[in-house]
């Protein structure tokens, strides 16, 4: 191996990453696995995309677990950290990467769209962060999805998520600097408009968020991937407490 094939290395080491059936979870769980890693993925509903994302970890040669959690569930997502690290027996890398995307009026929003947004995004990643700390040792590695528009919003309809997305920088920058004498890292990444189901480069939208880039075009869920793989793996251990925004420039 070279020095930086050797820097990148994730041998070894065991990932959870929760919402890992689609998407930009789903990119994630397979450049882990690439990278070397056993890796368990959670899901909320089909359990045959689950299948299908455990199917290509174990055809890169590693170990793969698919557990259905909701991650709105506080017990569910602590028995899903506690089964990961038990089935590989360790963890070391946590991907809070579950999450959805409620849009609407402020003044239409319900108070169950509330308890369950902030149920996933902000309840379900402390308490998935704090059971795997129970796991992690030194060279742990807490990374969050957020979005842009934790910094910045450049239009209406998303006052909810965008409040839920932006409680990740406290709570990123609060546990790097609990959890950092253990060795262990906290960051957030911040994707801008990137190409999944639940936003498709090809949707009704998708004009409108592209003129908002300075790329001019959409990210891939790869893009994403990538920067989590650099921040969980040996690369990584000088950033912690950092929001690193992957978004074509969006908030350039």
Known sequence: MTETQIRQDLRGKAALVTGGSRGIGAAIAHRLAARGADVAITYAASTAKAESVVAKIEAAGRRGLAIRADSADPRAIKAAVDTAAETFGR????VNNAG??????PDEV???EIDRTIGIHVKGVYVASQAALSHMSEGGRIISIGSCFAQRVPHGGVTLYSMSKSALIGFTKGLARDVGSRGTTVNVVDPGSTDTDMNPADGPGADGQRAL???GHYGAPDDIAA?????ASPDGRYITGAALAVDGGSNA
């Not at 959805?100 to 009026?105: L, S, V």
């Not at 920067?227 to 921040?231: E, G, R, W, Y």
């Open 110 to 112: 319900t108070l169950e």
């Open 213 to 215: 880039n300075a790329v």
């Open 227 to 231: 920067m989590v793989a650099h921040l």
């Open 91 to 94: 963890l070391d890398i946590l």
């Open 100 to 105: 959805i995307f409620p849009y609407g009026p």
